[in-house]
């Protein structure tokens, strides 16, 4: 099994950063992938970012710009610094694991940002 744990979620003031981690372990394979979801209240849970194992990135175009993922000294923890947050980026950021066998997901953080 694989675990996903994200943190680093908290209250910031409009046009504040964020740095959000994002740890995977357990029976992980060498090479996967890593993504960024996020939910607000009432909404459905869109895609912000991935991560390639070979390096590669993707954003999705609400946060291109803003938004950075990118990988730790070690290869199971993954960041998203978030920059220029904006109250319509209050959600709860989820992290994916993703991966050939399976994926999985982390329980998430909340991101709250005030005007």
């Known amino acids: 099994q694989v675990q996903v744990v994200e943190s680093g979620g908290g209250l910031v003031q409009s046009g504040g950063s964020l740095k959000l981690s994002c740890e995977v372990s357990?029976?992980?394979?060498?090479?996967?992938?890593i993504g960024w979801y996020r939910q607000a209240p009432g909404k459905e849970r869109e895609y912000l970012a991935r991560?390639?194992?070979?390096?590669?990135?993707q954003y999705e175009n609400a946060v291109k710009g803003r938004f950075t993922i990118f990988r730790g000294t070690t290869k199971n923890v993954v960041y998203l610094q978030m920059n220029n947050l904006k109250p319509g980026d209050t959600a709860v950021y989820y992290c994916?694991?993703?991966?050939?066998?399976?994926?999985?997901w982390g329980r998430g953080t909340q991101v709250t940002v005030s005007s």
């Open positions: 994916k694991y993703i991966s050939r066998p399976g994926d999985a």
């Open positions: 357990g029976r992980t394979l060498s090479a996967y992938d």
């Open positions: 991560l390639w194992d070979n390096g590669l990135t």
